[in-house]
């Protein structure tokens, strides 16, 4: 088996956020607020590497509701890609819910934040986050999501 970084090198960051931008058209939102995302995972049986595209979906203003991220990530856990590698973002740009934290792109919510806790090797995967119609992009680790949105609390 190749060497990961190798396998990376079929995925350019470029064609991620493109992709992730792409993805946000398919969201279902009752105020119009679209987010795509894309999830780079590893199948640990086989080692390769495939992207996951997610969307957000609330269609109404009560009840359930899926953010993109969870969305690719269910994907690629279904498919068998249990080592999740990278997650990049695409949405406008807005105060976060919870923490009211405002960067200069949206990170995932409050929510997301608890679900990616929860996954194995978390602290491995790399966040790319983008404005869908500008070139701001952020990029951090899990741990400086949690940190500044969540600062020291467990
Ligand atoms: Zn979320």
Not at 82 to 95: E, G, H, K, T, Y
């Amino acid at each position: 088996m190749r060497k990961l970084e190798e396998r990376l090198l079929r995925f350019p960051e470029e064609l991620l956020i493109e992709a992730a931008r792409e993805a946000a058209a398919d969201a279902i939102s009752h105020r119009d607020y679209h987010v795509g995302a894309v999830v780079l995972a590893e199948n640990p049986d086989t080692g390769q590497i495939c992207a996951f595209p997610g969307a957000n979906w609330k269609p109404v203003s009560h009840g359930l509701k899926y953010c993109a991220e969870g969305d690719a990530i269910s994907k690629a856990l279904k498919a068998g890609y249990s080592r999740i590698l990278l997650i990049v973002v695409a949405a406008d740009q807005q105060p976060d819910d919870e923490s009211r934290v405002v960067a200069p792109t949206a990170h995932p919510c409050g929510g997301c934040r608890r679900n990616l806790r929860g996954i194995p090797g978390i602290e491995r995967v790399l966040f790319v986050t983008v404005r869908r119609d500008s070139d701001v992009v952020e990029r951090f680790t899990f741990n400086e999501l949690w940190e500044r949105h969540n600062g020291n609390s467990h």
